[in-house]
Nanobody
């Protein structure tokens, strides 16, 4: 079964850190650019960060620059989102996305809650 599965969310205090994982099964993530998105209650889904297929190019939303980083581990077929200096406004469900030529894959999401 071809799918993406996110993990690593949870409850953290403001200023804390979390690392989210996006693991793929059935296809190789290294072949594609991967993005992380988030959706807060009552808000539209927004792009947070993305990484090129080669891993040498990344793009960040202004709101997370200097705090979030993205990386990929080809051996584990996984992309990571390292989130540092978390703020309450980072609270959201986080999704990873792999836009392949044949299908636009999304994971089920993982909840991140940052308490003040």
């Amino acid at each position: 079964q071809l799918q993406l599965v996110e993990s690593g969310g949870g409850l953290v205090q403001s200023g804390g850190s979390l690392r989210l994982s996006c693991a793929a099964s059935g296809f190789t993530l290294d072949h594609y650019a991967i993005g992380w998105f988030r959706q807060a209650p009552g808000k539209e889904r927004e792009g947070v960060i993305c990484i090129s297929s080669s891993g040498d190019s990344t793009n960040y939303a202004d709101s997370v620059k200097g705090r979030f980083t993205i990386s990929r581990d080809g051996a584990k077929n996984t992309v990571y989102l390292q989130m540092n200096s978390l703020k309450p406004e980072d609270t959201a469900v986080y999704y990873c996305n792999a836009p392949t030529p044949w299908y636009d894959y999304w994971g089920q999401g993982t909840q991140v809650t940052v308490s003040s």
